[in-house]
């Protein structure tokens, strides 16, 4: 079984700040990683997401993440925070099942706060 | 395209009542998901349809059924609601062909509200 956690429900960073989201995962295989924002009163849209190749993977708006094995990471960076990034943001894993479908395992999630 | 859309948009139920939910994708997707949002519990998995003519159960299905009608549409339906309903519900669908880019995409989310 599969299973996604995120350090801090909360986060807050000032206006042009590093944004530092973290994701840790657990899966007995090599997992498939993906990053979703959702603004207030949407649905989830993708930032990123790590399948195989470059383990540094870049996204919309600035964000990249950063698959590491040995640390079962992929947390979520921004160098320079916007006010336009206050949003929640769910880290998920996926094991690839052509069976069932690429059924994902969602994290809590993480609501960043950006102050100006 | 509309990508994935869904319907209603926001419900109040009263307890033991029934409804669907509806949700239809324009991407030609095999797969289709429900999922139930609550807070710091991130989305759950309440059923899934890996490909037309299939469902099964997701993370959390008591209290629920769905129905694959086509490759485009897969409902919800609650035969009888509870407050412990009370959520966020999303639609999602994929495809596992083509360039395989294994992203979920999802619809607007519906409120519901079981009084």
């Known amino acids: 079984a599969q299973s996604v956690t995120q350090l801090g429900s909360h986060v807050s960073v000032s206006e042009g700040a590093l944004v530092l989201l973290r994701c840790n995962y657990s899966?007995?295989?090599?997992?498939?990683l993906f990053w979703y924002v959702q603004y207030p009163n949407q649905g989830l849209q993708l930032l990123l997401k790590?399948?195989?190749?470059?383990?540094l993977v870049k996204g919309i708006n600035g964000f990249e993440a950063e698959f590491k094995k040995s640390e079962t990471s992929f947390h979520l960076t921004k160098p320079s925070a916007h006010m336009s990034d206050a949003a929640e943001y769910f880290c998920a894993v996926t094991l690839l099942n052509n069976n069932a479908g690429n059924m994902l395992t969602f994290g809590g999630g993480t609501r960043l706060m950006v102050k100006p | 395209n509309a990508g994935v859309t869904q319907t209603p948009k926001f419900q109040v139920l009263k307890t033991g009542q029934s409804m669907t939910l509806q949700c239809a994708q324009d991407?030609?997707?095999?797969?289709m998901y429900w999922y139930r949002q609550d807070p710091g519990m991130g989305l759950r998995l309440i059923y899934y349809s890996a490909s037309e003519g299939t469902t099964d159960k997701g993370e959390v299905p008591n209290g629920y059924n769905v129905s694959r009608l086509n490759k485009r549409e897969f409902s919800l339906r609650l035969e009888s609601a509870a407050p412990s309903q009370t959520s966020v519900y999303f639609c999602a669908s994929s495809d596992l062909l083509g360039i395989h880019t294994y992203e979920q995409y999802f619809g607007p989310g519906t409120r519901l509200t079981v009084t």
């Open positions: 790590y399948t195989t190749g470059a383990t």
């Open positions: 899966s007995s295989v090599p997992p498939y």
């Open positions: 991407m030609n997707h095999n797969s």
